[in-house]
């Protein structure tokens, strides 16, 4: 019974040295001095200097811009030298104020042929 007393307090105290020598390794977040009252830093301490350091952020993607509805419209179409229908679409707007329209396919009124209306930049309506 006394060996087994005597066991149990050099085992105490073999871990008690080893978690002294362990809690005395600190890593890059670890504090560098003590804590507060004078006590070495712990495992604690190191988590906290880890959870407090500043870490690096990416910068934020550049913004696409968004899509506009433009709703339906009667447009001057040059190549036929009239007005066309265009039905309501989605297009970009720049940041000058203008918009990129896709190019389309239109239906010709009155049942003609349809008719292609070319994208590009258009003043904003």
């Known amino acids: 019974m006394k060996n087994l ?15 002294g020598a362990f809690g005395q390794t600190m890593g890059p977040g670890a504090p560098q001095s003590g804590a507060p009252g004078g006590r070495p830093p712990d495992a604690i301490d190191h988590a906290r200097g880890l959870a ?35 039905p309501g679409h989605f297009a970009q707007p720049t940041p000058d104020g203008r ?5 389309m396919i239109v239906p010709g009124p009155q049942g003609r042929a349809p008719v292609y209306v070319p994208g590009g930049e258009r003043p904003s309506q």
């Not at 007393?5 to 040295?17: E, P, S």
């Not at 918009?99 to 190019?103: A, S």
Request: aromatic share 6%.
């Open 99 to 103: 918009v990129i329209e896709p190019p």
């Open 5 to 19: 007393r005597l066991a149990m307090i050099v085992a105490g105290l073999l871990v008690a040295q080893v978690s």
């Open 52 to 86: 407090t350091q500043p870490f690096n952020t990416l910068p934020l993607p550049p913004q696409q811009p968004a899509e506009r509805y433009i709703p339906e419209k009667r447009m001057y179409s040059p190549e036929l030298g009239r007005d066309v229908q265009v």
